[in-house]
Nanobody, 127 residues
């Protein structure tokens, strides 16, 4: 599985950005796609994930407490692109954002459960 993330940029606090992650290659019919982020000097942390089944569609999603209510994860089945809509951005959301892919449902917040990773896309929120 190959993942290509994009959509990062510089935004003022309170603004919005939408990240995209395109997946290609062979996958199972049931999987989890997620977003993690890593700020300078900090560990990579879970942001959000979506569980998907190719025949039935959306199964579920999960968010970290720090982004719940501000970020929304979604997936377009036709294009196989995952999105992270980020609203009400705060300076503490500044980080390198990574998309990740797991062939092993259910949703996990643990990095080790995600086998495939995209390159990071940088989000910078100015105060």
């Amino acid at each position: 599985v190959q993942l290509q993330a994009c959509g990062g940029g510089l935004v003022q606090a309170g603004g919005s950005l939408r990240l995209s992650c395109a997946a290609s290659g062979r996958t199972s019919s049931s999987y989890v796609m997620g977003w993690f982020r890593q700020a300078p000097g900090k560990e990579r942390e879970f942001v959000a994930a979506i569980r998907w089944h190719d025949y039935t569609g959306y199964v579920g999603s999960q968010y970290s407490d720090s982004v719940k209510g501000r970020f929304t994860i979604s997936r377009d089945n036709a294009s196989k692109v995952m999105y992270l809509q980020m609203n009400s951005l705060k300076p503490e959301d500044t980080a390198l954002y990574y998309c990740a892919f797991s062939l092993s449902p259910p949703i996990s917040t643990l990095r080790d459960r995600y086998r495939y990773w995209g390159q990071g896309t940088l989000v910078t929120v100015s105060s």
